[in-house]
């Protein structure tokens, strides 16, 4: 860990440092994937972040063609969330949660990270625990870190990846003021059952009661459009009044470089109008965390658009299934990008560093706490795919394992 | 004040009841700017603003257009600080400095909020001091406070808007990290010579060795290409080895919604590796601060084009001239966008209010600490000028002053 700490200059200050030790090993990671990427040939499988490997949809590229022809003089000029824009996210809530969301409780954003980042700023005061799950997304650790909070992990049970109703239950306590909850989860692809919800949102609702303190139930769903075999997300927002949902169109659009998402307040949350007010500082303090412009007049078109999951469950059963046939242990996600095969040998990165000097790219497990496995990105395209397959079997079995 | 903070929930963290308390200003008077153009008629004259009241350029549509054009598969992809946009920065640094900056230390953010935030988020340890001048920018105070820093304020001498070198030399302790320098200045429009900056360096490489604690200048340019009367910007990072330029293209292009500019740290700066790594950290904790992967994609048309400074000038010239013809006291600003009469009454809240009424849109001055005056923005067209003029005697005289 010094060896880490010498990187920051002396006197950074405390969150910050703490923070980077969280961020150090993905940091690490990123330098490392930048100089696969400078030396790698048209042959190389990308399978290390959930990047697209393939062109953009031609519609994508029109609307923010079209978005860009100015229709007023201000069509450029400082925006907040505009109220089209709240009108649309509200239009595709009440589908979504059947439940009527207030325009002004709806907050435009650079993408689901600056809705983290706004929501957390506003509700952590320094001291206050935050419970994620284990395996975590990248940041959540960092960002908590970064605001004052104390990160609370719970690990998920390793056999169905499901939340730990009990241990979250037990962990939580008088300082308790988020609960994050990940659906579609990123890495395991979980989609919480509807039930599974319920239960959080009793523990959520008696433990707020009991220690007489609010806890939000921050809902990442960035991932919700992404769900295979037919399963239905249901947004964990639906079970607990003082719930926010935080979104992207990123991964959807599969554009995550152009920065748009949002933070919804519940309808039914308590204090609701001094908590619009709370996110609405929160998100100019953040460094007027907007959405562009640009990514706003589109919208209307840009929320119509979707990756295509048929053909992400497609790549899901080929990878899974390739995998499994040449002797990796492997499950099959419910929803994400990720696949998780484990590790022929226990040393994940020295692993991803063999299998990067055949041309394929993964992430090591180490880096979202899941050591011994890989993290492999379904938005690799089938070429890919195909190509990748006999060469994750020939390293394996050059490894004689 | 009690009136302000029951506007935001119970239990919001303390750093952010103190800043919103800095903030409560501004958002009053931006929802009586919402209903006032709510009700406007095309005949209204907005001021208020740094927002363009002329149609975008042309140039700046085409190049967001083909800028859309997709070139790679990654095109939409997760970005960072792309090595096309930090070569362009570099290479324009080099023509503004004459010095040769390292393109990693050069980091593209959403806009000089975002790159301010991550500089602040960065650099404030909880209860260090942040020195900048009154009248500030609005969201300074703010941003310091939600970062856990302490404001410390220092008035520019009233009679030449000049920064007061003694009252800055006096200020810093041995707690006081940064010390902020705008110039052009807003709402001033001050732009600080050489000599004056060169006095500034000197005073704060002193204090550092006193206090045995590097402090930084962080010198915020958003307006540097907006200057009149042939009058040169010089940065104030010439002069001080322990610099961070804060930039945006936002004024320049007078596109502020589209969120682009950038920290550029300088080629001498201590522990510059270091600090690379520090602000690299800091600019994903803030949310993936990154400017868009389509602003990047534009960057090297978009840093061709500038708002035509000679018409601002014009603008700013008929603004001043007529302003004085019936009756009001103002100086004629060096740089930015900003024209500052006196009140004929003592309260500008009320006079701003009044104007209103016979749709002449003006910031009062008391939103940036300078009671008893007006900001009214030169981006407003000649058409809205020509109109304001006569409205503005006619309210002066109606008050018999």
Redesign the interface.
């Known amino acids: 860990m010094r060896d880490k700490l010498?990187?920051?200059?002396?006197?950074?200050?405390?969150?910050?440092v703490r923070?980077?030790e969280s961020?150090a090993p993905i940091?690490e990671f990123l330098g490392q994937y930048d100089k696969w990427l400078a030396d790698a040939d048209d042959s190389h499988c990308d399978f290390a972040?959930g990047?697209?490997?393939?062109?953009?949809q031609e519609e994508?590229?029109s609307t923010?063609?079209d978005a860009?022809?100015?229709q007023s003089?201000?069509?450029?000029?400082?925006?907040m969330s505009e109220p089209g824009s709240r009108a649309i996210v509200r239009k595709s809530l009440e589908l979504l949660t059947e439940r009527a969301y207030a325009a002004e409780d709806i907050f435009l954003?650079?993408?689901a990270?600056?809705?983290?980042?706004?929501a957390m700023?506003?509700?952590?005061?320094?001291g206050?625990e935050v419970i994620y799950s284990n395996p975590p997304w990248f940041?959540y650790e960092?960002?908590i870190l970064?605001s004052?909070g104390v990160p609370v992990a719970i690990s998920v049970d390793p056999s169905t990846y499901d939340i730990d109703l009990d241990a979250i239950d037990s962990a939580i306590t008088a300082r308790t003021r988020l609960v994050i909850v990940n659906s579609p989860h990123n890495p395991t692809g979980k989609v919480y059952s509807a039930d599974t919800l319920r239960q959080l949102a009793s523990i959520l609702g008696s433990a707020s009661h009991r220690f007489g303190?609010?806890i939000y139930l921050v809902s990442d769903e960035a991932y919700r459009t992404v769900v295979y075999d037919g399963l239905e997300f249901v947004s964990p927002t639906n079970f607990y009044r003082n719930s926010i949902m935080i979104y992207t169109y990123g991964k959807t659009?599969?554009?995550?470089?152009?920065?748009i998402g949002y933070i919804a307040l519940s309808p039914e949350i308590e204090?609701r109008?001094?908590?619009r007010?709370?996110i609405?500082?929160?998100q100019?303090?953040?460094?007027?965390?907007?959405s562009?412009?640009?990514?706003q007049h589109g919208l209307s078109r840009l929320q119509t658009l979707t990756v295509d999951v048929a053909d992400l469950q497609r790549r899901r059963d080929r990878l899974v299934t390739g995998l499994r046939e040449c002797g990796y242990e492997v499950n099959s996600p419910e929803g994400a990008f990720y696949v998780l095969p484990k590790t022929p040998i226990e040393n994940d990165a020295q692993f991803v560093e063999t299998l990067s000097q055949h041309g394929v790219f993964c992430l090591p497990g180490h880096i979202v706490k899941m050591p011994g496995h890989l993290r492999m990105s379904v938005t690799a395209s089938e070429e890919m795919i195909e190509r990748a397959l006999p060469i994750m079997a020939a390293v394996r079995e050059g490894l004689g394992t």
């Open positions: 010498s990187m920051l200059p002396s006197h950074s200050p405390k969150r910050v923070a980077y961020l940091f972040l990047n697209p490997q393939t062109m953009p994508f590229v923010l063609q860009a022809i100015p003089k201000d069509w450029f000029a400082y925006k954003t650079n993408g990270t600056g809705a983290l980042l706004v700023n506003a509700l952590i005061e320094t206050d940041f960092g960002m970064n004052g303190q609010r659009l599969l554009t995550p470089g152009q920065r204090e109008e001094q908590l007010t709370l609405a500082s929160s100019i303090l953040c460094g007027w965390a907007m562009s412009a640009l990514m």
